[in-house]
């Protein structure tokens, strides 16, 4: 019998965060941090996976700007979204995203 492996692609677990509320005040945010989970079928790879956030198809492990704040995302795997105030207080009411693309590699 000839079994003939491959390098299977690791996986994220998806990001949720508590809702950034605006008040009618001059508000400011405070930075909301993690750490992303990722796993790799190819069990002896999940230990030395990389993360890294996508500037355009460019995997990166600094700041990107996004509407309403930035996201840096290390090689670890931990994150820091930086919400912009001046943006966030100058929403009107309803509800928005900013939304970032993160990738695992082994």
């Not at 990389?50 to 990166?60: K, M, S």
């Not at 001046?86 to 990738?103: E, H, I, P, S």
């Amino acid at each position: 019998v000839t079994i003939t492996g491959t390098n299977d692609a690791p996986t994220l677990t998806a990001v949720s965060t508590d809702p950034i509320v605006d008040t009618s005040a001059d508000d400011s945010f405070s930075p909301i941090t993690g750490t992303l989970v990722g796993s790799d079928v190819d069990g002896s790879e999940t230990a030395t996976l990389t993360y890294a956030a996508l500037d355009g198809l460019t995997a990166v492990n600094a700041p990107i700007a996004g509407t309403y704040g930035t996201l840096t995302v290390d090689l670890d795997g931990h994150y820091q979204y930086l919400p912009n105030s001046v943006a966030v207080n100058a929403l009107n009411a309803g509800n928005v995203t900013d939304t970032f693309t993160v990738q695992t590699s082994d």
